[in-house]
């Protein structure tokens, strides 16, 4: 279990908790401030002690939700399973991480920069996972020859598609289903 940042009180993390929620089903552009103080029955003094201004309350909501993900994704991932089976249960934990998030907080984060970079990374950091997995399949006999970097490629470039929202305004798969599709699609090609 990821934690939260390491604040001073428990009423703290559990704003922070609170703050993360807001923002996963709603976005966070359209809230100022006062907005969220108000939501969370605290004052913006008290919101100041999370972070020093809503940016950086977006970014460290962004962070810490991207880590949690991470955690959750990686404990769906058995190591002593077949690689099919690793690649199919990674891909699919992150279609199941990311179903949490509403279309709104999506289209935040990809017009605010800070945001969108670490999505962007961890987009990156998941590629070099899926392509990890399938490197160890080919070595293990478990796939026919495949070019590992290349399959590692072709999941990475959906990936991001994906996360710049390419696949939703082109085929209205939102961000979850296109995880499960591409990994349905990735496994079936390396047979």
């Known amino acids: ?25 709603e976005g966070f552009a359209h809230l100022t401030l006062d907005a969220i103080a108000a939501r969370l029955r605290c004052s913006k003094s008290t919101l100041y002690t999370l972070a020093g201004s809503k940016e950086q309350l977006v970014v460290a909501a962004t962070v810490h939700f991207f ?9 769906h991932v058995d190591p002593s399973a077949p690689a099919r089976d690793q690649v199919s249960a990674y891909l699919a934990a992150v279609g199941d991480a990311l179903s949490v998030v509403s279309d709104q907080f999506m289209r935040d984060l990809d017009a605010f920069a800070p945001a969108r970079a670490v999505y962007e ?11 990890e997995i399938i490197d160890a399949g080919v070595a293990a006999g478990e796939f026919r020859g495949v070019h590992a970097a290349f399959a590692a490629e072709v999941a990475a470039t959906m990936m991001v598609s994906i996360q710049r929202g390419d696949i939703q305004a082109s085929l209205g798969l939102d961000d979850a289903s296109a995880y499960r599709e591409l990994s349905a699609m990735l496994t079936a090609g390396m047979d």
């Open 121 to 131: 990374r961890n987009t990156q950091i998941a590629a070099a996972r899926v392509k």
């Open 67 to 75: 880590k949690r993900a991470t955690a959750q994704v990686e404990a």
């Open 1 to 25: 279990m990821v934690t939260p940042p390491h604040f001073a009180t428990p009423r703290q993390s559990e704003l922070f908790g609170e703050l993360l929620d807001v923002f996963l089903a």
